[in-house]
């Protein structure tokens, strides 16, 4: 259960229409998810989220887009948000990952989080040659 309420028909606001019809247009569908939703309750919030999601996911880069919606997911199980998991591995799915690219993926998460929480729990020092503020 969304903390905001959703408008019933978002599109009345000129603004939401707008940006409804550019996710329409890049992604290339007629469906607005219901994070798109949510947001609409603040249109300038809307605005800048689509910004910025358009700018790092939708626009070519030095990642490709499988590659990006892979970190994505990544991101999204260290910061526990089902909704951008489930979101993002069907966009992966969508970009061709397979089973067993979605196994490796699984597993460097797994591993990373176990280095990570060693690595904290023992307090580590970073080594020198991992510092860039130690490069001249």
């Not at 929480?117 to 130690?134: G, I, K, N």
Request: glycine letters at 2%; a neutral charge; charged letters at 20%.
């Amino acid at each position: 259960m969304t903390t905001v309420h959703t408008p019933a028909q978002p599109e009345a606001d000129p603004r939401v229409k707008a940006v409804f019809g550019d996710i329409r247009a890049t992604r290339k569908t007629d469906f607005i998810n219901n994070l798109w939703r949510s947001l609409a309750f603040d249109p300038a919030l809307l605005e800048s989220t689509w910004a910025d999601v358009k700018r790092v996911m939708a626009t070519p880069s030095q990642l490709d887009p499988l590659t990006k919606e892979l970190i994505y997911i990544a991101v999204s199980i260290a910061n526990n948000c089902g909704y951008c998991v489930h979101s993002h591995t069907a966009a992966a799915r969508a970009r061709g990952m397979t089973d067993a690219q979605h196994a490796e993926l699984m597993a460097i998460v797994s591993l990373a989080a176990k280095t990570n929480h060693l690595a904290t729990a023992l307090q580590v020092e970073v080594d020198p040659v991992f510092d860039t503020s130690q490069r001249g």
